[in-house]
């Protein structure tokens, strides 16, 4: 298998953002939304998955250190994704336990199912590993010949 076309980096910022706007706006019930118009929360879950794309793309980078020429994703090595995936969901889990612990954060509905210890939703941490491990498939085969 070979790679074509940009790089996997684009790809996966384009398919993340687009993922995790959808599930960024269905997990809406999980969070206080303040009676927010469509409009609002549209803009609002927009910006959330810009971040989240963001988080893909340096999970991505930061899982390639030392990978050689050739996009890991294509083998799609065990190593190369659980780094992707502990990269990311460290990041998430630090976004929020500052968020929900500040002013300038968010607040869990009381729908939010809650992780023991940490305190944090357990809708966000599902998300990273689902919306991350989707976009990275999608990037794989978009770029794969």
Known sequence: MTWRGEHPALWLAIFGVLIA???????????????????????????????????????????????????????????RF??????????????EMLAVRSDWGWTYSPAMPLMPIVNIGAVPVAMWIIVPTVALWMTRRMGAN
């Open 21 to 79: 706007f959808a599930w960024e706006m269905l997990q809406l019930p999980f969070y206080e939304s303040g009676d927010l118009d469509p409009a609002q929360a549209a803009r609002r879950c927009g910006l959330a998955a810009l971040g989240d794309a963001g988080i893909m793309v340096g999970a991505y980078l930061g899982a390639s250190i030392g990978s050689g020429k050739t996009p890991w994703l294509l083998a799609w090595p065990v190593s």
């Open 82 to 95: 659980i780094a992707y995936l502990s990269i990311g969901l460290s990041v998430t889990v630090a976004i």
